[in-house]
């Protein structure tokens, strides 16, 4: 029986402008950048449900977030932050009893690469962002004594030690995207523990579940069943680092419907329970390196785009100019 996935297992970024690698904008068409590609999609508009006086509902998503994102008050270290939610689940907090702190696809959902300061889609209805690290449920499997961290000024996300202050902003609800991947939990000096009553990503495993198997071969590329994306078998089609431009210049010379991904299909293929590299057990790709482009220009800075730090699982940047990063081209997606 044939599967079909939703285009939406991957959103759009938001970003609807181009830029050369001196940050200048650009026409679009031709560009093979990332406001290009007919993934663009709408992240604003009415994608956001604000009836209530206290809560904000994603139709993108299927999430409910607090519309006031600064509630918990004060930053505070990961292990409060669990709790601060679980709290707010035991008390019923705005008539809810599902509260959690989110894992990190549900906390990058929010993110716009079309906005910064902060990296949120134009029109949103929320208040009191904080343009810092707002904590995620998932522990970072490159060092489990650190946890996921998004970083709502420009995008990044990265990890820091569990015992760091950073802000919380729990949410509510089944998420419609897939799941991270992360299937253990830790406390806060990285020792395995039991999940039960964690809270933990690892724990909870909220999100759509993966198809098994998840890449199938199609000749010299890989077809990922979760999200309909086509990527290049040997993932370094330019033998060695390039800059931006030549990145996009690449991975269009790689056949017709191919190109330089945009940043939430990079991050799609991490599995957050890996790393070295971070993506899932006996994937089938070969030449994998450490950092990859995507064609995401920055919205922070335009002569700089998004990276994904493969090795690890972070979303990063880099000067566009700067020789740094890999390329792995896509097609599709695809819905079969």
């Known amino acids: 029986m044939a599967l079909q996935f939703s285009p939406m297992a991957v959103l759009p970024t938001g970003q609807t402008t181009c830029h050369d690698a001196h940050g200048r904008e650009i026409s679009c068409p031709g560009s093979g950048q990332d406001a290009a590609s007919a993934r663009r999609g709408r992240m604003d508009g009415d994608r956001f449900v604000a009836d209530d006086p206290e809560l904000v509902a994603d139709a993108l998503t299927g999430l409910v977030w ?13 292990g409060e932050a669990l709790a601060f939610a679980a709290g707010w689940a035991r008390d019923g907090r705005f008539g809810r009893s599902d509260w959690r702190l989110p894992n ?14 902060p990296a949120l889609p ?17 522990t970072a499997a490159p060092a489990p ?8 000024e420009g995008g990044r996300m990265f990890y ?5 202050d950073c802000l919380c902003w729990p949410l509510a609800g089944d998420m419609l995207l897939p799941r991270t991947g992360q299937l253990r939990c830790f406390d806060g000096a990285g020792e395995g523990i039991a999940c ?11 999100g759509a579940p993966w198809p098994s198997p998840r890449f199938e071969m199609r000749g010299e590329a890989v077809r990922d069943r979760l999200t309909g994306l086509l990527w290049a078998r040997a993932a370094d089609a330019a033998r060695g680092t390039v800059a931006w431009e030549e990145a996009l210049a690449v991975a ?8 330089l991904p945009d940043i939430n299909e990079l991050e799609s293929l991490v599995d957050a329970d890996c790393a070295f590299p971070a993506l899932p057990a006996g994937h089938p790709f070969t030449d ?5 482009w995507s064609a995401t220009t920055s919205a922070f800075e335009h002569d700089w785009a998004h990276a994904l730090y493969l090795h690890k699982g972070a979303v990063g940047v880099g000067v566009k100019s700067g020789r740094d990063f890999l390329v792995w081209p896509v097609c599709g997606p695809e819905i079969i």
Do not use: C, I
């Open 104 to 117: 990190r696809r549900e906390l990058r959902s929010l993110v716009s690469y079309g906005a910064a300061r």
């Open 196 to 206: 039960v009553g964690t809270g933990q990503d690892g724990e909870l495993r909220q």
């Open 160 to 164: 820091g030690r569990k015992d760091q």
């Open 252 to 259: 269009a010379a790689f056949g017709e419907g191919w190109r």
């Open 122 to 138: 134009p029109g949103h209805p929320f208040r009191n962002v904080f343009l810092g690290w707002y904590w995620t449920a998932t």
């Open 145 to 152: 004594g650190y946890a996921w961290y998004v970083h709502m």
């Open 66 to 78: 607090p519309r006031d994102a600064g509630l918990a008050g004060f930053p505070m270290p990961w």
């Open 288 to 292: 994998v390196g450490e950092a990859y």
